[in-house]
């Protein structure tokens, strides 16, 4: 069965023999001048032998697997402790055969880092997933340290969080390094 694009015939194999019209994502090219369309949607009714684009445009859904477990797996896991030489603990929480780890100043906090990690890490694989921040937007830690997000045109020099250090100086840090801190926000019981 032939259809037209413009004057080019394309050879078309239908998979029934009925007539139908349909929207499919085509990769045409034309022999003429070898201009390629991707992503078009075209009509098309084989009973009148051709199709022509339409001006919509191919939503694509895309149902994202991999093998990689989503974050909240890694949650219910208990990790794995280890006394780093210089003070700091290392979390590793593993589902075989993924592992994922994260490194801070108290146990807690690297289990933290871990989960964050593992939110990163599964963003990587699924990239239309978003990762939580694991911090308020504007908060005062345990050490009475304000800090504050920074915008995104900010975050892409500075780092993610701005905070006003024991010098008096504005610093900055990214979540990563709070996290290896340990830097946890007041709660309203505290």
Known sequence: MRARLDSNPVVLEP???LDVKAAVFCKI???RD???TH???FEINFSRNHFRPTNQRLKMEFNERSAYPHPNEFKVM???YTDLEDGFFMAAITITPFKVSGKSAT???ARRAALFEAEKTYHSYHPSYRTTNPYPA???DTETVKWKLLSPMQREKLGDYAFVGEDGEEDYADIDT???WDVRPVTAEE
């Open 34 to 36: 070898t201009t390629i």
């Open 178 to 180: 709070m996290l290896m």
């Open 138 to 140: 504007e908060f005062v």
């Open 15 to 17: 998979k029934t023999s």
């Open 39 to 41: 992503g078009r949607i």
């Open 107 to 109: 146990k807690p906090g």
């Open 29 to 31: 090219v034309r022999e």
């Open 78 to 80: 208990r990790p794995e």
